[in-house]
């Protein structure tokens, strides 16, 4: 009797300190994900800010697209 209790107090605990790693392992990766988002977050804002400002728009729209302006002197370099 005492063994059949024994034995089923070590599968509990088995049991239970699997479920105890797979959650340890779930939370690290739920953290790592979370920061990760976090770090997207900052510069889906600091993207957000730039883009409020007409002077960064005309800048980006400059460089990216070659847009230029009458008078502009465009510089183009070649990789």
Do not use: C, P
């Not at 209790?5 to 070590?10: E, N, Q, S, T």
């Not at 739920?30 to 900052?42: S, V």
Request: hydrophobic fraction near 35%.
């Amino acid at each position: 009797m005492i063994v059949i209790l024994m034995v089923m107090l070590v599968r509990t605990v088995a049991s239970d300190w699997q479920e105890i790693m797979e959650n340890n392992h779930q939370i690290k990766q739920l953290t790592e994900e979370y920061n990760n988002l976090l770090d997207e977050e900052e510069k889906l804002e600091s993207d957000v800010t730039k883009l409020q400002d007409s002077e960064y728009i005309e800048r980006y729209a400059k460089e990216k697209f070659l847009y230029s302006e009458e008078g502009d002197t465009i510089i183009r370099m070649d990789d």
